[in-house]
């Protein structure tokens, strides 16, 4: 699936609650199966420290495409987290870079997004984008 | 404890005076808003809101230096406010009542000021391990620049300052003790009489961070006789930007100016300044006018309530919810000292505070989160964050009610 | 001049912004409220009021903390107010927008912090002689603290900045140049883009001192290339108690923090601080969140109307004024720049200023006498102070009428 | 005329007027014909300092009796001293340190007496008394 695919697929999924109480529920779940990073890759550079949550982020290459695992203290960040992986993760570097990720404003995540949000889920998506970069570049 | 809840509940006519705060009638993610982070900032009465309103409707002008009506009204009202304040901290002058920007902007002019001719290499500041930010970075930026030793009064388990071990930090090179009168985290109320009392047997000053204090106790500083005494009126049910810096005459006198400009001065040339009286020294530019206006309005209103009944109601609350809360499993409650004010610390055991707040955010149910701006008391109890609960006089216990049925939920949610 | 009046006059609706600043139906001493003291702070509109009033009764929080909806919303909003704020200096960043109390405390902040490490002794400082006192008060003392020199560029009889000795101020101890961007007594519009590219050329940073400047002119910072620039809200139509200090990001990164405390940390421990981002770092306590919001709600009012129709006929008040006023019998005007905002100082020979702004006052009209905080400048005129009328876009031709009038009715009873 | 006997009379002096500027008006006359400070005697020490005008006040015992003298560079300020000094001149100190000085708020003169204006009357009347007190020491 492309990156849209899986954005669409997730607003989908996210219509599907009634309140956002359900959503958090959701959350939750998707933080509790998310593919975890190694122990080994829980190092202070790949910390993302976020005001109140902070989160653990490692980006291999394999075959041309990133995948992406990480770890957060908080299981909502770590749901939040787990969302962007599944979006992003297994996309060749440049398709990270082009996406829009417009699923973030149509399921309402984005009043998580503003500047000073303790969670920083803004960091997160540009440290993934960076990362991105960083592979486009070496290639 | 039924029977003292009726009791003392029935002092407050809480019914009419939530009507006073417009905010608490206000729906949050659909929900009606129940606001327990009154430690981080007070709501205002529609009293003081209204001050403000009249102000910039009807009587803005700029102070101190106009002939003109409007100005000479506003600055008999803007005195008349220092004086409320004055008469409410029962300080002995008007002029003892220095006007800031907030609590940690009376900390740092008191830092600066006092370091001038005060500290020198080698001496030493006294503060306590559960200070707020605002009363650690002023005197650990001072002790940096004056290579001065900044020493910590540490605290118990529960929450309380050992007073022994702060008599034996005290040396002969201690030059001030800052200390605050209550923990905004723990809600711990501190034996600062006995401070001071202790502070002065060795002729060192005390300035008391009384940001907590004010909104839930009376306070008399010449009772107390600390030599400083700061708070901001946010967190009294006053408006943003304005804050107090209450010295003894004899050290305002004393100290230096800090922030310097119009107003400050008597007279000016570009070789020599010569500094106006108190408290104009110490405040420079063009006051917040509508601030001190809306503060005294503040200490207008819950003076017409009445401190007593409201430290009585929230004690009340306090019982009531940390009964409650204890009954949580896993729950435990940060700050245990036999005197607090309404204010509970939690952390559920394996789970992130900012979880358990995001989900009662959802629920409309307002509290804090994080390490509440005291990170080295984090560290004491060696946790990231706590959950904060902080009650005013316009909360109720049927809100706790609600607060604790919730938590229960999103505890259950997030196991 | 009659042509040019109807021509301009008709690009503003002066009755409609009139009935937007409340205030403006005031009577004083039974008489319409005639409000020439602009300079001193200006009156608010209602769209401002109502932004102060909505945050109270419906958002009040404390931001940048909380997990909680309302604290999130507020942070929200005061953030947009900064980038208001910065898309209004045309600035890069919004970070390079730091909230303060207003221009004074931005100064003291700026020389305060600018001391730390570019100051050593035999330094120079270069100010002008028609600074608010704001403006060389701050650079006085830190002279005075680093043993540091204090120059000062010269004006001429009109008023004007005379360049060529400015230039000659100028030396390669000199570090930073700091001057008002427009006169509060004067009303000299000083040619500070100029001012910069010599600066600059030499490699000194410059401050400009906005405070007389942002209501009246639209002030682009990238195009002046200034280092830094300070402004207060209160003058500028907004709240009292809030202001700006403008830094480039390059400049705002190397400064160490003035006031430190609550939010301008990243992390805490008793041994070691480590400081936040911009613009945090330098934005200590609780801010003044009424006062970003209503400050912005200031700037959004004024670009509805358009900064350069208000300064095209507040030029048109200006030239009326000038003309009418330079007809009176021994009244003299201080100041007389090319370039000049709607600012005017007199003296009548022979008579105290206190004793016309007192009988103005009778009859409901508020100008500001005295020494305007500008001293220096006093002694240079050999005056002991001046009346000063400063006009708004809201005042009127006919307003003036009444003035002038009324002002030889006031030095005939005095003579 | 004992002091509060003159405060009476100023008190009726100043009802006959309509306005505030009918009663600057007899301010400024008064003000005008005001028994004058020698010159000599104007020296910093006898100098009230306001932030917008100043007054020097000079003061000798005669028979038992204060006689102030005055100046000011504001014409009004003079006037309100030129009042101060008809009520309290040609009295004996006691009487000056027991006078109540009603007048002041009777006539409307209190708006300049806040404690921040900037003619400083307060500053004045304070002087005239203290001056008294010196007085009553020394006999
Ligand atoms: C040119 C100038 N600079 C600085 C200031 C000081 O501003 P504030 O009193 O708002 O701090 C003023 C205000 O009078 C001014 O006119
Ligand atoms: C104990 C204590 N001290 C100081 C402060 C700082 O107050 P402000 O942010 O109003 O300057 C606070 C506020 O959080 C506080 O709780």
């Not at chain 2, 500290?119 to 004056?146: R, V």
Request: hydrophobic residues 40%; contains cysteine.
């Amino acid at each position: 699936m492309t990156i849209e695919e899986i954005e669409n697929e997730i607003v989908e999924e996210f219509e599907m609650f009634e309140d956002w109480m359900q959503r958090y529920e959701h959350l939750i779940d998707l933080g509790k199966s998310m593919p975890m990073i190694e122990e080994k890759n829980k190092t202070e550079d790949k910390l993302i420290k976020g005001c109140q949550s902070q989160v653990w982020m490692h980006s291999e290459l394999k075959d041309g495409k990133i995948v992406y695992t990480a770890d957060s203290d908080a299981i909502i960040t770590k749901g939040m987290v787990a969302l962007m992986i599944r979006v992003l993760s297994n996309h060749t570097p440049q398709e990270i870079i082009d996406s829009k990720l417009d699923f973030i404003e149509k399921i309402g995540l984005t009043k998580h997004l503003s500047p000073t949000r303790s969670n920083g889920l803004l960091s997160m998506i540009k440290q993934m984008k960076l990362d991105a970069i960083a592979y486009a570049a070496k290639s | 404890m039924t029977e003292l809840k009726t009791s003392t509940s029935l002092l407050l006519n809480i019914e009419a005076i939530r009507a006073d705060f417009p905010i608490l009638s206000r729906k949050v993610n659909g929900k009606q808003l129940i606001y327990f982070d009154n430690g981080a900032t007070a709501q205002k009465p529609v009293s003081v809101i209204d001050a403000i309103d009249t102000y910039y409707k009807n009587q803005n002008a700029n102070i101190h230096r106009g002939v003109h009506t409007l100005s000479q009204e506003i600055t008999v009202a803007y005195e008349n406010a220092r004086t409320t304040i004055q008469k409410h901290l029962n300080a002995k002058h008007a002029h003892e009542i220095v006007f800031t920007s907030g609590t940690t902007a009376s900390v740092n002019l008191l830092a600066s000021s006092f370091a001038k001719k005060n500290i020198q290499a080698g001496d030493e500041i006294i503060i306590s391990a559960m200070e707020h930010h605002s009363n650690i970075l002023p005197w650990q930026q001072l002790c940096e620049e004056k290579d001065a030793l900044l020493k910590i009064i540490p605290i118990s388990k529960e929450g309380e300052l050992i007073i022994d071990e702060f008599e034996k930090l005290i040396s002969n090179k201690t030059k001030i003790i800052a200390v605050t009168h209550i923990s905004n985290t723990l809600g711990t109320i501190n034996p600062i009489k006995k401070i001071i009392a202790i502070a002065h047997s060795k002729n060192i000053p005390v300035m008391i961070d009384g940001a907590q204090a004010v909104p839930h106790t009376a306070v008399d500083v010449q009772e107390l006789d600390c030599d400083f005494y700061v708070f901001s009126g946010h967190k009294l049910f006053g408006p943003t930007g304005v804050g107090v810096l209450y010295g003894k005459e004899k050290w305002l006198n004393e100290l230096p100016p800090y922030q310097v400009g119009g107003g400050t001065i008597k007279t000016v040339t570009f070789e020599k300044t010569e500094y106006a009286d108190l408290p104009l020294k110490f405040e420079a530019g063009t006051p917040h006018i509508a601030g001190g206006i809306g503060l005294a309005a503040a200490i207008d209103y819950i003076n017409t309530i009445g401190l007593e009944k409201i430290a009585a109601y929230e004690h009340e609350l306090l019982l009531y919810a940390t009964d409650a809360l204890q009954k949580i499993d896993g729950l435990k409650i940060i700050g245990t000292a036999k005197n607090k004010v309404s204010v509970i610390s939690f952390i559920v055991e394996g789970l992130h505070p900012f979880d358990i707040g995001t989900l009662l955010d959802q629920m409309g149910i307002a509290v804090r989160t994080g390490h509440h701006c005291t990170q080295p008391l984090m560290q004491f109890y060696g946790v990231p964050g706590t959950i904060r609960a902080s009650f005013a006089f316009y909360n109720t216990k049927q809100e706790i009610d609600e607060f604790v049925k919730t938590l229960m939920r999103v505890i259950n949610m997030l196991k």
